[in-house]
């Protein structure tokens, strides 16, 4: 199960990005166009004997025109190797659940309805969210979010869907492919937040990829946030992790 979701990210990472090219250490993901978005600017690290040091010099020379430095390991094994190394070098560590659907919800769905809205409505309600964040402030980012949003319409089957669907409160997104269905892009405005929207949104979107033949549905989420909760009381279950190793802000130059 895990190397198909490791195939499902793969296909995804590599059909929205401008450049794809094999490097020492793994794969680096390049997208000049979309400076600011680091999902579609990294390297995905894939040599299980590589060091932190050597994918950091690796990052510093693919990622030189750019503010920051990121490199990913799917791998969980390889990922948890390379975390002590990357902190010592001063880079931010981050392990992201992979949690699959497995059980029905700990309590039947109640209002706000949750349901699919149009492509129109789901980017406004996302760029609302986004806005809010700590990149919020720059709009550019905003807008290139958006760009990458376009991008995965193209290269997978892309459903948005929010609560309730009139007057969005939250909003996410729902990928398939191959007979596999992630919901992501999960977004709720500070002043609806514990109101029952995301529950709702998450729920209808994981219904939905299920009803429409999807095998097993997943969804991902920061180890050490709070959301993993709310995606347990869904049915989700922890079945791995991917690792991120991000370091800013880094002064790019042309």
Avoid at 118 to 142: D, I, M, N
Wanted: aromatic letters at 8%.
């Amino acid at each position: 199960m895990i190397e198909r979701i490791h195939r499902f990210f793969r296909y995804a990472e590599e059909g929205v990005c401008d450049e794809v090219a094999k490097t020492a250490h793994g794969t680096a993901l390049v997208t000049p166009t979309l400076p600011l978005v680091w999902q579609v600017n990294a390297i995905r690290a894939e040599d299980p004997d590589a060091t932190a040091k050597q994918l950091a010099a690796e990052a510093d020379e693919v990622q030189a025109a750019f503010g920051h430095r990121k490199c990913i390991a799917h791998d969980e094994k390889l990922g948890a190797r390379l975390a002590p190394g990357f902190e010592k070098l001063g880079w931010n560590v981050f392990r992201v659940l992979i949690m699959l659907r497995r059980r029905e919800p700990d309590r039947p769905a109640q209002a706000p309805p949750g349901g699919q809205v149009s492509r129109a409505v789901g980017a406004a309600a996302l760029a609302a969210f986004r806005r809010e964040q700590p990149f919020g402030w720059q709009e550019q980012a905003v807008r290139q979010l958006a760009e990458m949003d376009a991008r995965y319409d193209r290269v997978l089957a892309a459903r948005d869907f929010a609560s309730p669907p009139d007057d969005p409160g939250c909003a996410c997104r729902l990928y398939m492919h191959d007979g596999l269905g992630q919901v992501d892009e999960v977004g709720t405005l500070m002043s609806r937040r514990r109101r029952g929207h995301a529950r709702a949104a998450v729920a209808a979107a994981a219904d939905a990829a299920t009803a429409d033949g999807c095998s097993d549905v997943l969804i991902v989420t920061d180890a050490s946030d709070w959301p993993q909760e709310l995606y347990r009381s869904l049915g989700f279950d922890e079945i791995g992790a991917t690792y991120e190793f991000l370091k800013l802000p880094i002064t790019s130059r042309p």
